[in-house]
């Protein structure tokens, strides 16, 4: 597609958004306004400002408006989602922050509407772009043109993806069907593909991938040069699927392509600090409105059922394997076998309230100490016993992946079902592959979703929870 229907289409969407932001504010004050809630003047004068720059902020954060040649329907849908989500959480929260709970739970009730508003003008909206686009698409005669040439296990999965994740292109597939082994030198790859750049400049492609391994290449420059010349842009995709059958992730460093095992995310400083200020802020917040409170009520339970101190602290497996020492409400009696046996179903170890505590995960709450001062992370890989790091890294090829980064409170495998005794070997390789997938794949909202996890599946109760 043209850049001025892209744009045109990028315009369109940030105008009825906004404009759509801007009206569920207006309903919302309407029906606080018969609710007899009293705004204070700076949350009264600024709540559409507040508004709109909360969308802002989220639809950046998850590149909403992010046009890009391999434009996916079904990942601006989730982002529109995501970014809704994101905004009603700030601008609820600066609601919360500056008007006072009071107020605040009476306006809240007002929100069914804007919600309704929202969720009625997203379904609607996205459909109606979801028709225009695919009529605007069969109405144009210019799309890009792109194609691939190369044939190997690499060129396919890309043709793959090309397939399935574009909307403004015309994909018109692989070119020849030759691989690198069926060119005896060189000299006669290089002539194959030479000719190759000719004719597809002759069927008028705008974008052509190479895809083939770096030996048959000695001269890069002499093919982009050649595609210059056609006005046609030369996209070289190294073939590595005969050094490597796993996935693997690239990254620029200067000018050296740098290959890694996986993408990690929290390799991104700006990803780090926005994890940090979610944890910082997080575990403050429980720190002072719950545990101020409710550590004395349990410290004494738990002194007045069984001998030994409140807090159970035991060294952990942390971040880049460093061990930190880790709190807990002690659930169990003393006992000599507390950093080698976990806990079993019926373990006579487990006191009365300890039995409450574990079920309920209100052991695990002296854990925001830790986050706060910087040894856990809210979400994250469970921390083991250093004994059960050793073992389980003797048995399991990638166990390390998990302690890249900070050990959590909760986890993806958490709230995955992997959760309490690992009986088997297979039971922690499946809690390791739920880490792995949270590692690759880390977000703000990632986090707060386990989140809401984590107390849905304790207010429901979890069977492994002992």
């Not at 986090?447 to 069977?463: A, E, N, Q, Y």
Request: hydrophobic letters at 45%.
């Amino acid at each position: 597609m043209l850049n001025r229907h892209k744009f045109s289409f990028l315009f369109c969407c940030i105008l009825v958004d906004f404009s759509a932001i801007i009206a569920s504010t207006y309903i919302f004050l309407k029906y606080t306004s018969t609710s007899k809630v009293v705004w204070n003047e700076f949350v009264l004068n600024n709540m559409v400002i507040v508004s709109v720059i909360t969308w802002m902020i989220s639809s950046l954060y998850f590149r909403l408006y992010s046009i890009e040649t391999s434009f996916n329907l079904e990942a601006f849908y989730r982002h529109t989602w995501r970014s809704f989500i994101a905004q009603y959480i700030l601008w609820q929260s600066f609601i919360f922050l500056f008007q006072g709970s009071t107020q605040y739970h009476i306006g809240l009730q007002c929100s069914l509407y804007q919600v309704s508003f929202w969720v009625i003008y997203l379904v609607l909206s996205r459909a109606f772009i979801t028709v225009l686009l695919f009529k605007i698409k069969n109405s144009l005669n210019k799309l890009l043109k792109v194609a691939i040439w190369g044939f190997n296990r690499t060129s396919i999965e890309l043709a793959s993806v090309l397939e399935s994740n574009v909307t403004f292109i015309n994909f018109k597939g692989i070119l020849n069907e030759e691989s690198d082994e069926d060119f005896a030198s060189p000299e006669d790859f290089k002539k194959s593909l030479t000719q190759a750049i000719t004719n597809a400049h002759a069927d008028k492609i705008d974008e052509l991938y190479i895809v083939a391994s770096s030996e048959n290449i000695n001269d890069l420059n002499y093919y982009f040069e050649l595609a210059d010349n056609y006005c046609m842009r030369l996209k070289f995709v190294p073939d590595f699927s005969n050094i490597s059958t796993e996935p693997f992730s690239t990254a620029n460093f200067n000018n050296f392509q740098v290959i890694k095992p996986r993408n990690e995310p929290l390799q991104n400083a700006s990803n780090r600090l926005v994890k940090r200020l979610f944890d910082l802020t997080f575990s403050t917040l429980v720190i002072i409105f719950i545990l101020s409170w409710l550590y004395p009520i349990l410290a004494c339970i738990i002194k007045y059922q069984s001998k030994g101190p409140a807090l159970f602290v035991q060294l952990r497996t942390g971040k880049r394997n460093k061990s930190f020492w880790c709190y807990k409400f002690r659930s169990m009696s003393l006992n000599q076998n507390s950093d080698s046996l976990q806990a079993q179903k019926g373990d006579p170890r487990v006191t009365p309230i300890g039995k409450f505590i574990r079920k309920t995960s209100l052991d695990e709450l002296p854990q925001f100490f830790n986050v706060f001062m910087g040894d856990m992370s809210i979400v994250g890989p469970r921390p083991h016993m250093l004994k059960h790091t050793k073992d389980y890294n003797d048995l399991i090829s990638n166990f390390m992946v998990r302690h890249y980064v900070k050990p959590g409170i909760t986890g993806l495998a958490q709230v995955s079902g992997y959760r309490g005794e690992t009986r088997k070997v297979s039971d922690m390789k499946r809690r390791v592959n739920a880490d792995i997938l949270y590692v690759q794949n880390w977000s703000l909202i990632k986090d707060i979703k386990i989140c809401f996890l984590t107390l849905i599946v304790t207010i429901k109760g979890d069977s492994n929870a002992y």
